[in-house]
């Protein structure tokens, strides 16, 4: 089976569950390993509804700790941490001192605009789809710049509530940002968690995957747990998709150096 890389605690203020039970879920369903990717910190007040504060960190880092203890699988100790202009310097002084062992990027902000948050839809009115799009790879291409990301999170998250883009439009304004992810080394995740938003489809799309297959970038995969029953979920379809897409290898991480490792047999 895979690994999942992407889960979350209730720090972040939106998730439930202990550590101990999302690592009990991942055994039960045979996975690898797991990494807990909680969200980074915010000093200077990147949206703190949604993460824990910088004191916490050490409760973080103990609970995770804690649940890797007595795991029947390798527990990794992660992070998901937004990229944000007005983060950057606090980024760049913080993560590399951590220790993680993988450090995912997102983007979740256009400006002050959290596009990806149910209570900021009316944000979508009055802009044009594709302003948004350009804009949201510019910022994960910058992101990719920084050299700070091993991983980028759920790429294509602008569908999240079917703000689509036509295929051509979409090839046009990715391909910039993938070729800065390549140059970066950096993975991309297949993130399982749109299937349960009203886009109804994984992060990123075929297309997109098959554009990242091209350049070489290796990926990840991830549910984006934020209860302990989403572990691991629809991990046969993100299989799937990464087989269909022309990969036969994924990453695995222990601190921040990537793995090869074969992709499990379809079933
Ligand atoms: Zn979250
Ligand atoms: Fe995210
Ligand atoms: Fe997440
Ligand atoms: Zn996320």
Redesign the pocket.
Known sequence: MLADY?L?TPLCKHAVGAPREYVARAAELGLVEIAF?D?VPAPSGYDPAFRMELRQFPAYRRRVAEAARDAPLPVRFGI?ADYTPAELPFLERWLPEQGFDLVLG?VHYIGDWGFDNPDNQAGWVGREVASVWREYFGLVGALADTRLFDVL?HLDLPKKFGHRLAEAALRELAQPALDRLAAAGMALEINT?GLRKPVGEMYPSLLLLELARQREIPITFGS?AHAPAEVGQAFDQALALARAAGYDAYCRFAGRRAQRTPLPAPK
Do not use: F, L, N, Y
């Open positions: 992407h979350h990717t969200h998901e997102s999170g968690a984006d």
